[in-house]
């Protein structure tokens, strides 16, 4: 059977670049702390696009370079954790939006691992129910939960959105070879965002919920290391495929000082790992297709590349998928 592959890849920013000067202006800290500690210089930041918004807009950038017509996508699967709403989905909206009226839709919530965890869903409903194409974004608009009173997570994030289209490949030696996912639910306390208030007629109290951005960077930094370490090293097990042979690593854009321990741990050169977050930011399940959309834009992957998308994030979750492409 041949591989499922990615025949378009696309992405979206919001044209407002907010750099670390201007986050200055309204929380205590300037460009140099961000940069030493972060690796981020700016972010793209909404000015009222939200999520479907601009997942519409990459999945049109995605459709056009694989040459196909929305009409055609069997599936449309969209992770973020920054819906316009819990109802309909994201996904339900893009359909609408793209009229891609024969597709199946949902949203995956696995925050910053989604857009990896979402090519292999996709990749297995592709093979087990017969799809012929499916549509897999990573959409975020993180402003809207950020606290942008919090200094140690305002600096971090951005806003965008990333796109692949998915074909039934008709070469057994390129497409998606395997991926490897997991999850760590009892370390969820690092990383959250709350939903809507426990407040019911039934209710013994009311428990009013944060719907803002929380995190615990220390406990993250601890988790995300070893979580690349081991996503990279578990993806190629049983392939024939050695770390020598892997031409880009594209990981979830979160620290630089995290790819830069992963890449120490792994004893290989920090440029193997394709890095945006300066220009961009922590745009959570958006980071890797904005990545690979950025790659392809200047004429890095070429035919038969081999490449291993790593992410981690909330959760707390990692994964990592090895592609030939």
């Not at 907010?18 to 202006?25: A, L, P």
């Not at 945006?276 to 035919?303: C, R």
Request: aromatic share 6%; with cysteine; hydrophobic share 40%.
């Amino acid at each position: 059977m041949s591989n499922v592959e990615i025949s378009g890849i696309g992405a979206y920013l919001p044209p407002l670049i907010v750099t670390n000067d201007r986050i200055s202006e309204f929380v205590e800290t300037n460009d140099e702390w961000i940069v030493q500690r972060t690796g981020v210089s700016e972010r793209r930041i909404s000015q009222g696009e939200n999520t479907s918004d601009i997942a519409t807009k990459a999945a049109k950038s995605a459709l056009e370079r694989a040459g196909i017509n929305a009409e055609d996508l069997d599936l449309i699967i969209v992770a973020t954790i920054s819906p316009d709403m819990f109802i309909p989905s994201v996904a339900c909206l893009v359909q609408s939006n793209l009229n891609a009226d024969k597709a199946a839709c949902f949203d995956i919530s696995v925050a910053c691992s989604g857009f990896v965890y979402a090519l292999e869903i996709a990749n297995s409903m592709m093979k087990s129910m017969n799809y012929k194409n499916a549509l897999v974004i990573g959409a975020e608009v993180l402003s809207k939960v950020t606290d942008w009173t919090d200094r140690s997570t305002c600096i971090l994030f951005g806003d965008g959105a990333g796109a692949a289209i998915l074909e039934q490949g008709q070469d057994e030696k390129t497409g998606i070879i395997k991926s490897y996912l997991r999850s760590e639910g009892k370390k969820g306390d690092a990383l959250t965002i709350g939903a809507t208030d426990f407040d019911t007629p039934f209710s013994k109290e009311k428990i009013l919920k944060d719907r803002l951005i929380k995190m615990n960077g220390r406990e993250v930094l601890r988790f995300a290391v070893p979580a690349i370490v081991d996503g990279i090293t578990e993806v190629l097990k049983d392939t024939d495929v050695s770390l020598d042979e892997i031409k880009y690593i594209v990981p979830h854009q979160a620290n630089y000082r995290i790819i830069k321990s992963a890449a120490q741990k792994l004893n290989l050169n920090e440029d193997k790992f394709y890095l945006n977050l300066d220009k961009v930011g922590n745009t959570s399940s958006a980071t890797v297709p904005i990545a690979l959309n950025e790659m392809y834009e200047k004429g890095l992957l070429s035919k038969g590349d081999k490449l291993i998308l790593v992410a981690f994030g909330g959760g707390l979750t990692y994964a990592s998928t090895l592609i030939t492409w």
